[in-house]
Structures are given as C-alpha cells and as structure tokens.
C-alpha cells in the first residue's frame, strides 16, 4: 500500500467530513457529492454509501496510525540486533536478571513478527 499515493488522492478530493443519505454521498456543505446506481437493490445501495462514507471519513487517521506503526517498527528493527547480545538459554525463568531482557524482548519481538506475518 503507498500511503503517499492515499494522501495525495484525499488532498484532491472533497474535504471531509462526508455523510450518508440514502442512496447519495454528501459533502460537509450538505450538498450531493455522488448518487450510487438507482438499479440497485435499496439496502444494498445504503450499505455501500454507508461504508464508503466510513471508510473515506476513517482515512487520514488510519493513515496517520500506518505512519505511526510503521515507525516503531524500524524503530524496532533498528534496535533488534543489539537485544540479541545476551544469550539466556542457558537459564531458567526464576534466573532472569535485567541484563537478560534485551535478548527476551527481542526474542518475544521476532514471536510476535512472525505471528502478525503468519509464519
């Protein structure tokens, strides 16, 4: 996904918030933005204003949570390899001293890595 690309596509559309109306789209202003097909079935077609109304509305923020994100993982990937500095399997869990916790966070960082990716 190019975020990039995203945001120059809001800054050219209708400023938001967006609203829904039936089977039509509105701007702020109250004023019609787009009519969704009239041949389509009526609650299908308030479904679809509905959710494209959310979704357009939720854009910049979630968009502004993926930069966010995004930069605690470089962040964290950054820093990754220096938690791998202490080696811990040799001891046990009631053995565990604060200079062990960079090699367990960076351990439990790699887990979760690859659950989020599906490994």
Known sequence: MNVDNLRALLAKATPGPLGPSGRAILMPSGD?????????????????????????????????????????????????????QVDVSHKDEDDFRWEDRPTAIALAYDDARAAVKGE
């Open 32 to 84: 019609m933005l787009a009519m969704l097909n009239l041949a389509m079935d009526v609650d299908e077609c308030h479904a679809n204003v509905a959710l494209i109304v959310a979704a357009v509305n939720a854009l910049p923020g979630l968009l502004d949570e993926l930069d966010a994100l995004r930069a605690v993982v470089r962040a964290a990937d950054a820093m990754r390899a220096d938690a791998y």
